[in-house]
């Protein structure tokens, strides 16, 4: 846990300084990483730590950009309209999730992907509110191109670090634990006293509402959102790959998959764009051969010389597998 903490300490303050050494493009990259690590430290609440393969994240991001931009033209502070963004998509979230996360495995799947699918045509219909198809202009943030991108920048920056902190915070509680249960065997979770609709809709809320905030922060960045671009099915399943390669249920995981992913998009995807999709799904391919456990899994995979014996069974182990311990989260 401690070893996971000051290598993301390094990270951020790595990351915090790059503004002040490098040009606008650095900057833009560095945006991408702290908006990518937010969504997949998020993530990895409920598809992580919990094992339901949510893919509604473009749905919430979708939403706090509209929630944001309407906001924000209705005359709230920038920063308002951001928190007011993400009261909403928690709120939606936590009322989604009471209802959706009745649903188990596949089902629950295709119903989170079709929330994406159901708010992009609501947005595209009710042009009288969200612009439809024509999308919504939002004012400009005045102090040029340089100040704008160091402005947004830290503001992803600091959900970044608020997601991290959330995690943390998750990962040494009672909810985390719950959470770990869950993904072992629910039915067992239940009956040894888990509260699992409980901690799965806390688990549901708290990975999406910063979504919302993301989502909000990226309409103020660009200045302009419609509804494709909005809710992005790409990057509903950009999310949980990015986890998925880092290594799900980790506090490290998320950030190593994210940024490992945004610098192989754009240092070698960018180049070669008629494929992009088509090098996404090998992606998926090979982390679920080779990789199941992700970067870090392959990474702190003992050998077979030096593996240590079986770990003496507590209540996670006797639901199935045995969960992370609390100490060793990443």
Partial sequence: MNRSLVLFAVFALVLALLPWVGDNHVVQQASFVCLFCALALSWNIIGGYAGYPSFATAAFVGLGSYAGALLQNAGWPMVAAWVGATVVTGAFAALLGWGLLRMKGHYFAVGSISIVEVLRLVASSWSGLTGGGEGLNLPILPGGPAFAGRVFFYALFAVMVIAFAMTVLV?????????????????????????????????FTLSAFLCGTVGAISASWTAYIAPTDAFSILMTLKVPVMVLLGGPGTLLGPVVGATSFVLIEQTVWSRFLDYNQAALGIVVVLLIFFLPGGLL??????????????????????????????????
């Fill in 171 to 203: 990962h040494r509680s009672r909810l985390g634990f719950g959470l770990q249960c869950i993904q072992q065997n629910e039915d067992a979770a239940d009956m040894v006293g888990v509260d699992v609709v409980r901690y799965k809709t806390i688990g």
């Fill in 297 to 330: 899994g392959r990474l702190r995979r003992p050998s077979r010389k030096t593996a240590p014996a079986p770990a003496p069974s507590s209540a996670p182990a006797a639901l199935g597998r045995q969960p992370t311990p609390q100490g060793e989260g990443s």
